[in-house]
């Protein structure tokens, strides 16, 4: 294949990547509506073992806040469902306040470039410093913010750095989760820094800890049909606070 084929082979490749990204962003907001997760049960009406394991999910949780599906789900997700819950918790506000004004020292620590990190910091404090104190917003406005995808992606960005700050600070442990031979640093900026990646245990494990903050997934999909949806913690063994609903590939916020 000439240089010219393959260069016009790959604008056909952007173009469709970029209409496809346009038409999800059309049918789905960033951050979604309450919604009770019974409606998920008409989405799954004609397949029987999505049908059972809804049942016994909604003995436990009673709503689904969903998430727009472009690979930032987890981060998005997460970031909403813990900022709404500390709107409520003033005392847990100042402390991961406090908690959040040292992560940037600390990533520039580590080589990360000072002004790419004073940037994102800088958005995400501003979002913090309103979660509690004189000046709280509530939760409509938070709501406003995230889908805001100004704000909402640099909050985004900025869960993605403290991520991959924790895996390549606490290396050694993280390292018995790579497959192949990438590198722990090339690992994060390929698969955690970059926007759309998706996310997986190894991520919810490293943001958990990073920031303190308990993470609870439960895992919907085609395994064994008698049992309840299975939930896993990160980091193991935590106090979750933040509980997501995770099917194949996508992450929505889940609601007790």
Not at 4 to 9: D, T
Not at 19 to 37: F, H, N, R, S, T
Not at 151 to 157: A, G, H, I, R
Request: include cysteine; aromatic fraction near 12%; hydrophobic fraction near 35%.
């Amino acid at each position: 294949m000439s240089f010219l084929n393959q260069e016009i082979l790959d604008e056909g490749i952007l173009n469709q990547q970029r209409q496809i990204e346009k038409e999800v962003a059309e049918i789905y907001p960033l951050i979604g509506q309450l919604q009770p997760l019974t409606c998920l049960l008409q989405e799954y009406m004609d397949d029987p073992i999505y049908v059972n394991k809804l049942t016994k999910l909604t003995n436990v949780y009673h709503s689904l806040r969903r998430v727009r599906p472009d690979g930032n789900c987890f981060f998005r997700g997460f970031g909403f469902s813990y900022f709404e819950r500390l709107l409520e918790n003033e005392d847990e506000w100042k402390k991961f306040k406090a908690l959040v004004m040292g992560t940037k020292d600390q990533l520039i620590s580590q080589g990360f470039p000072k002004f790419t990190i004073e940037d994102f910091f800088d958005s995400f404090i501003e979002v913090v410093n309103r979660l509690g104190g004189e000046s709280k917003m509530d939760a409509e406005e938070l709501h406003r913010i995230f889908n805001d995808s100004g704000t909402s992606d640099y909050l985004v960005v900025y869960l993605r750095l403290i991520t991959s700050g924790q895996l390549q600070k606490e290396e050694d442990f993280y390292r018995n989760f790579l497959e192949g031979d990438k590198s722990m640093k090339e690992f994060c900026q390929q698969e955690v820094e970059p926007m759309y990646r998706e996310s997986d245990h190894m991520h919810a494990i490293a943001l958990g800890s990073g920031l303190n903050v308990g993470i609870r997934v439960v895992y919907l999909d085609r395994g064994e049909v008698t049992t309840n949806p299975p939930e896993h913690d990160f980091p193991e063994d935590c106090i979750p606070s933040v509980y997501l609903l995770y099917r194949p590939g996508h992450y929505d916020i889940l609601y007790k």
